[in-house]
């Protein structure tokens, strides 16, 4: 194949094929969980010289800048992202408060940021720390999948991305995982505590975030139609060093939700689907598990976790699963190496993910704002020297 035939869209599919396109597929911004403070980005613009812009909040939780085309294009971005209307954040407008920014989520989760030196929200207060039976689950008030606003513009933007501009694009999710939001809602100790004492509530809770999953992809997969190639699901399973949960609860709990998940996912779509599955942390124990259950794509390879070994990852699950990030260190390299440093770490990553295809370069999570320009660049510089096949 000649250079000019390559478009993103068709180096995303031979990679996602296990196959070596012309160069590994980049992506910044594509998905909330490949993206950049917008803190980071504001001074990686000034850093290559594009004009001033007012930023587009991506994400108000973790407070992500919505990458614009410029910069894409600057970048060579291959992945662009499709995220419903909508989401967290959206339900109530924040308001200041005894030094703090604060808002409620459409699920009821009230978070906090510093308002001096805040560089994201954190959760405060768990809308169902206080229930203990299946009757207040009912009667709680779950937020509407089927709500119009979470869909207005999925489909022309997925048939400008796939049709006329022919890059690819993650769909995004309306909720974080069923496990997480389930932690999230009644706090991880009440959570933790209702796997073994509260089965009942705990799979209840389970149950119904699941069901509301469900039905917003059955709408979005429809409303995309034939014009989608990968779909965003997560669930933070582990810690920097071991897993939240045993396997053993894994498999009774969750892995049957997820599969359940996972094969509605590809059962409704009207074309074959790669499930996007992000876990931070140290889950190499459960990689097998969620392989089983349907997983095709693993997000973000965080190598600073144990067990999280990149050579060692492509060798015994390479030819099952393609990685999604790991390309260089977030927690250390990225913001307090030097451009060298991060130059090396960088060559190594795609050293070790990228033979044989199946390795789209992304950070290990998102660029937080104390990122300095110089490292993102030199990271970029390293994709394109190193990551020709």
């Given at each position: 194949?000649?250079?000019?035939?390559?478009?993103?869209?068709?180096?995303?599919?031979?990679?996602?094929?296990?196959?070596?396109?012309?160069?590994?597929?980049?992506?910044?911004?594509?998905?909330?969980?490949?993206?950049?403070?917008?803190?980071?980005?504001?001074?990686?613009?000034?850093?290559?010289?594009?004009?001033?812009v007012e930023v587009e909040i991506e994400d108000p939780i973790q407070q992500l800048a919505k990458v614009d085309e410029d910069v894409k294009d600057r970048l060579g971005v291959d992945v662009y992202g499709i995220?419903?209307?909508?989401?967290?954040?959206?339900?109530?407008?924040?308001?200041?408060?005894?030094?703090?920014?604060?808002?409620?989520?459409?699920?009821?989760?009230?978070?906090?940021?510093?308002?001096?030196?805040?560089?994201?929200?954190?959760?405060?207060?768990?809308?169902?720390?206080?229930?203990?039976?299946?009757?207040?689950?009912?009667?709680?008030?779950?937020?509407?999948?089927?709500?119009?606003?979470?869909?207005?513009?999925?489909?022309?933007?997925?048939?400008?991305?796939?049709?006329?501009?022919?890059?690819?694009?993650?769909?995004?999710?309306?909720?974080?995982?069923?496990?997480?939001?389930?932690?999230?809602?009644?706090?991880?100790?009440?959570?933790?505590?209702?796997?073994?004492?509260?089965?009942?509530?705990?799979?209840?809770?389970?149950?119904?975030?699941?069901?509301?999953?469900?039905?917003?992809?059955?709408?979005?997969?429809?409303?995309?139609?034939?014009?989608?190639?990968?779909?965003?699901?997560?669930?933070?399973?582990?810690?920097?060093?071991?897993?939240?949960?045993?396997?053993?609860?894994?498999?009774?709990?969750?892995?049957?939700?997820?599969?359940?998940?996972?094969?509605?996912?590809?059962?409704?779509?009207?074309?074959?689907?790669?499930?996007?599955?992000?876990?931070?942390?140290?889950?190499?124990?459960?990689?097998?598990?969620?392989?089983?259950?349907?997983?095709?794509?693993?997000?973000?390879?965080?190598?600073?976790?144990?067990?999280?070994?990149?050579?060692?990852?492509?060798?015994?699950?390479?030819?099952?699963?393609?990685?999604?990030?790991?390309?260089?260190?977030?927690?250390?390299?990225?913001?307090?190496?030097?451009?060298?440093?991060?130059?090396?770490?960088?060559?190594?990553?795609?050293?070790?993910?990228?033979?044989?295809?199946?390795?789209?370069?992304?950070?290990?999570?998102?660029?937080?704002?104390?990122?300095?320009?110089?490292?993102?660049?030199?990271?970029?510089?390293?994709?394109?020297?190193?990551?020709?096949?």
């Amino acid at each position: 194949m000649t250079e000019q035939k390559w478009t993103s869209r068709r180096r995303v599919a031979e990679t996602l094929a296990h196959n070596e396109p012309d160069r590994i597929p980049f992506d910044l911004g594509g998905t909330i969980l490949t993206g950049i403070h917008h803190s980071a980005y504001v001074r990686l613009r000034e850093y290559l010289g594009l004009k001033s812009v007012e930023v587009e909040i991506e994400d108000p939780i973790q407070q992500l800048a919505k990458v614009d085309e410029d910069v894409k294009d600057r970048l060579g971005v291959d992945v662009y992202g499709i995220n419903p209307g909508g989401g967290r954040g959206a339900s109530t407008p924040s308001w200041r408060e005894d030094g703090y920014d604060k808002l409620v989520d459409e699920w009821g989760i009230e978070w906090w940021k510093p308002c001096d030196g805040g560089f994201y929200y954190d959760m405060r207060r768990h809308p169902l720390a206080e229930a203990t039976c299946l009757d207040e689950l009912e009667r709680y008030r779950f937020p509407d999948p089927l709500d119009d606003v979470r869909y207005f513009e999925m489909s022309a933007k997925a048939k400008e991305f796939m049709k006329e501009r022919q890059v690819a694009y993650v769909l995004g999710r309306n909720a974080p995982g069923i496990f997480e939001i389930s932690l999230w809602m009644r706090g991880f100790e009440n959570f933790f505590c209702d796997l073994i004492s509260n089965r009942k509530f705990a799979e209840g809770l389970l149950d119904g975030i699941c069901e509301i999953k469900m039905k917003y992809w059955e709408r979005a997969l429809g409303v995309v139609g034939r014009n989608v190639m990968i779909v965003s699901e997560a669930d933070d399973l582990a810690s920097q060093d071991r897993l939240l949960i045993s396997p053993r609860m894994y498999r009774e709990f969750i892995k049957p939700r997820h599969s359940r998940l996972f094969s509605f996912i590809k059962e409704k779509a009207k074309v074959p689907v790669k499930i996007f599955f992000h876990s931070c942390g140290a889950i190499e124990p459960l990689i097998p598990d969620l392989i089983e259950s349907g997983v095709d794509i693993l997000n973000p390879v965080q190598v600073s976790a144990s067990g999280m070994d990149t050579r060692e990852l492509k060798r015994k699950y390479g030819d099952e699963l393609i990685f999604y990030g790991g390309g260089v260190d977030t927690q250390n390299i990225l913001p307090r190496g030097s451009p060298g440093e991060v130059r090396d770490e960088v060559k190594r990553r795609i050293e070790d993910l990228a033979p044989g295809g199946g390795f789209i370069f992304a950070t290990v999570h998102n660029i937080q704002a104390d990122v300095p320009p110089e490292n993102i660049v030199a990271m970029w510089e390293a994709v394109r020297e190193f990551g020709r096949y």
